[in-house]
């Protein structure tokens, strides 16, 4: 057994699991709480990221373009709650599909008309560009740094949903709308508030992986699927959920493609275990979909009172 | 009756302009990726067209050309519905482009079984080379295998003993390890297939950490478009700079290359990769073609541009020799198989199953006079090479 190999994959499926985080609390925020399917919430991640990258250019550092890109993102969130998703809520899902899914055509094409078609890299500073050494351990220090980023915006979601009035009426509107709305709470601000949360939140993970990947057309909506299913496994409004699920995700992907294919060999000739390992192991996380959805259907953590 | 009556003269009518368009135009359907992010290559690919069409004033012989580009989405699908459409709505003489093994295999029947000829301006897959081999079909490019052949070669050469290697999983990426596994001589310690198309796997930190661990000399992948720029900097940014060298086919390239520059990506300066072409070699055509293509775009073209120029010289060759008169596909498909045209490469043959017979070259990433990130020739690495597939060939 290479130990050091095994924590460097534990790192790298935590690292996946948190940016999944990130996109899967504000989905499941917007999807709990106001019963809204946002299938664009991908295109977030992708305009925030080319938003950071298009100040990284201008500016030349990579800070200032995350707090330019977190302050632009918010405002298009606020944006697409404002003009769009507010006359959706009393709307069947089918509705918020096929809007929210024209959503995502105008926001790539957007982005081709104004970016172009190659991509964006984004330069990271040369201390971000190195290793972390810790005895045999060599650690990419951008990973790690994805890493205390998303634990630092977990930690902050906590507070926030737990110890403060705005959290307070997120769960109770996850739990029971109506009567939140029976109470007299402003919903509307509420509900904007949240998307554009959400929003922020699905930029910042783009922001965070472009450096990696390089921001193109499209990013999102690769990854917002799988975003989906963290929010039916974690339990949908939970964010808690979201959390757990989407490190079990992470964490499931990243060491199915790092030993299913030693594991499978075990059983079969190798040849055979090189083809089926990664056909199965992008196959993993939706047996798991299937199987929370078929033995526990209301998801791992739902929220308290949840129906 | 009236209906019916206007309907047939609207049939006539139609029949007769296309007749006459198809007298003094030749037709050629070009399907490349136009969308998602793998457009990059399409707009390389279509920018080194309309080269080539300039350069030529749009006539072959005596005919007007009449070009229509298709896109496939980077899907199989999509690209063969492009290609049907082509083929039977457009009816247009030629079908070339396609970037990706997977579309072409896909789209390549529609054209054959239409009898009309089928240039590939990129892909190159074994199926195509060997046993559905088809006298209608052409490559502008290379067999898949031949490329990595020539890497594994050179591995040889430098005395690389152990590899660890990485590919997409598709068509192509099977061929590249196929290519590199019959040539290496040394041991592969591991091997990473990776999800592939338009939602491709982009992060990976997981193989990194296993070929790392595998403790192999040297790395060899295969990332054409987009992935190859996010590889490169992963790589670097993993820290296997120095520990283990890496090798590519079809990933460091002049798309990779502005952006791993912009990127300030210096690891990738030095790095060496095989191909049949290369900006910097010496023949009028090329020099053309590639001084050009940067006063125009700022830029140097990509391999997949010079077999897209390539691809409309070499339809321009066969129409000329037949002075225009497409109509005898004997006379059309026996002038192509001579490749009697200046290849911006330099001269290649054809081969039983009409695979190109040429030179493959080790290029070096350098940086060139004005500071531009570019390749150049080391050496040649293999002569004359022609495909493994050719002899599984019946033609």
């Known amino acids: 057994m290479d130990w050091s190999l095994l924590i460097t994959q534990l790192l790298n499926g935590l690292q996946l699991g948190l940016l999944l985080f990130l996109l899967a609390s504000g989905l499941t925020l917007i999807f709990g709480i106001m019963d809204f399917i946002n299938l664009s919430h991908g295109s977030f991640y992708m305009i925030g990221a080319y938003f950071c990258g298009t100040v990284v250019a201008i500016t030349g550092s990579f800070f200032i373009g995350v707090v330019f890109g977190l302050v632009g993102i918010f405002i298009v969130g606020a944006a697409v709650e404002w003009f769009i998703a507010r006359r959706l809520y009393r709307s069947d899902h089918l509705d918020h599909v096929l809007v929210t899914f024209g959503l995502i055509l105008i926001f790539d094409t957007l982005v081709h008309l104004l970016w172009g ?63 939140v709305e029976a109470l007299g709470i402003n919903i509307n601000r509420l509900f904007l508030v949240v998307f554009a949360l959400g929003a922020a939140m699905a930029g910042f993970a783009g922001m965070l992986i472009a450096p990696i990947t390089e921001a193109s057309i499209g990013m999102g909506n690769d990854i917002i699927i799988v975003a989906f299913v963290v929010v039916i496994v974690g339990g949908i409004g939970s964010v808690k959920g979201a959390f757990y699920a989407a490190l ?60 | 009756m009236l209906r019916k009556t206007m309907v047939s003269a609207l049939i006539a009518g139609a029949v007769a302009t296309s007749g006459v368009a198809q007298a003094d135009s030749v037709k050629i359907g070009f399907v490349t990726t136009l969308t998602t992010p793998a457009a990059v290559i399409g707009e390389d690919m279509k920018n080194s067209v309309e080269l080539a069409l300039e350069h030529i004033g749009n006539k072959m012989g005596p005919l007007d050309v009449e070009l229509i580009f298709e896109d496939d989405g980077f899907k199989p699908d999509i690209g063969k519905t492009k290609t049907d459409k082509l083929v039977k709505q457009d009816d247009v003489d030629f079908v070339t482009g396609f970037i990706w093994s997977h579309v072409l295999l896909a789209s390549a029947k529609s054209v ?38 020539a890497m594994g070669e050179h591995l040889n050469q430098t005395g690389v003993k152990s590899l660890y290697v990485m590919a997409p999983n598709y068509a192509a990426g099977k061929d590249m390890v196929r290519g590199v596994e ?68 079809f990933t460091v390239d002049s798309i990779a290359l502005p952006k791993l520059q912009a990127g300030g990506l210096s690891g990738v300066l030095g790095s060496k990769n095989t191909q049949q072409w290369s900006p910097d070699i010496l023949n009028a055509a090329n020099q053309r073609f590639v001084s050009e293509y940067l006063a125009r775009h700022g830029k140097y073209p990509s391999f997949y541009g010079a077999q897209s120029y390539d691809a409309i010289m070499l339809i321009k060759s066969a129409v000329e020799k037949v002075n225009g008169d497409l109509s005898d596909k004997d006379a059309v498909r026996a002038a192509l198989k001579q490749a009697d045209f200046d290849s911006v490469r330099g001269k290649y043959s054809y081969g039983n199953n009409h695979m190109p017979i040429q030179n493959f070259y080790l290029r070096e990433v350098v940086e060139d006079g004005e500071g531009r990130w570019t390749t150049k020739i080391v050496s040649t690495v293999l002569t004359n090479h022609q495909d493994p597939y050719a002899k599984d060939c019946k033609m």
């Open chain 1, 248 to 307: 079990i995700l992470g964490m499931m992907d990243t060491l199915s493609r790092s030993y299913l294919d030693v594991v499978l060999g075990w059983f079969m000739p190798v040849t055979y275990a090189e083809t089926a390992a990664p056909a199965l192991s992008a196959m993993l996380i939706y047996i798991l979909m299937a199987a929370v959805l078929a033995f526990r259907p209301q998801g791992l953590f739902p929220p308290a009172g949840a129906k």
């Open chain 2, 182 to 249: 019959s040539t290496f001589k040394g041991k592969v310690l591991g091997k990473d297939m990776t999800k592939w198309g338009a939602d491709a796997q982009l992060d990976f930190s997981a193989e990194l950490a296993k070929a790392k661990s595998s403790g192999a000399d040297a790395l060899f992948v295969f990332y054409p478009g987009k992935a190859g720029g996010a590889f490169i900097k992963q790589y670097q940014q993993a820290g296997l700079q120095g520990v283990m060298d890496l090798y590519t086919v």
């Open chain 2, 112 to 149: 054959l079984d239409a009898d009309k000829f089928l240039i590939s301006a990129n892909a190159g897959p074994s199926q195509i080379a060997g046993k559905r081999c088809h006298p209608n079909f052409f490559s502008s490019s290379w067999q898949n295998d031949q490329t990595p052949m």
């Open chain 1, 117 to 179: 078609a190659q991509g964006m890299a984004i330069p990271l500073p040369d201390m971000l560009n190195g290793q972390i050494r810790i005895g045999e351990l060599v650690l990419p220090t951008y990973r790690m740094l994805i890493i205390g980023c998303g634990l630092g915006v977990a930690a902050l979601l906590y507070v926030l949903v737990v110890r403060t009035r705005l959290g307070m009426l997120i769960r109770a509107g996850a739990s029971n709308r109506t009567m």
